[in-house]
């Protein structure tokens, strides 16, 4: 069972950039694609965007121009950069694998978009 581990989080100004990560236990290869989701307060858990094995990727439209998704296979990890932040951007950022029959998720790491 590959685990998943989220870092990168942290406090950052309107305007300003993160780059998340997710460092997999295991070959990230296996999986057909692999995700970024985001839980706001109050709010449903929504897609941010994926990437599959071959490094297509989607957006949902609200985080097109604005984020990025990219995959090193060799270390067995997913990246989110995230320029432009809002203050609406504030979340708990978790990366998905679709291993099992509900999924795989990390912990969840914080973001927070604040002046």
């Known amino acids: 069972q590959v685990q998943l581990v989220e870092s990168g989080g942290g406090l950052v100004q309107p305007g300003g950039s993160l780059r998340l990560s997710c460092a997999a236990s295991g070959n990230i290869l296996g999986f057909n694609y692999m995700a970024w989701y985001r839980q706001a307060p109050g709010k449903q858990r929504e897609l941010v965007a994926l990437?599959?094995?071959?490094?297509?990727?989607n957006y949902a439209d609200s985080f097109k121009g604005r984020f990025t998704i990219s995959r090193d296979n060799a270390k067995n990890t997913v990246y989110l950069q995230m320029n432009s932040l809002k203050p609406e951007d504030t979340a708990v950022y978790y990366c998905y694998l679709p291993q099992g029959p509900g999924g795989t998720w990390g912990q969840g790491t914080q973001v927070t978009v604040s002046s």
């Open positions: 990437i599959t094995r071959g490094g297509i990727t």
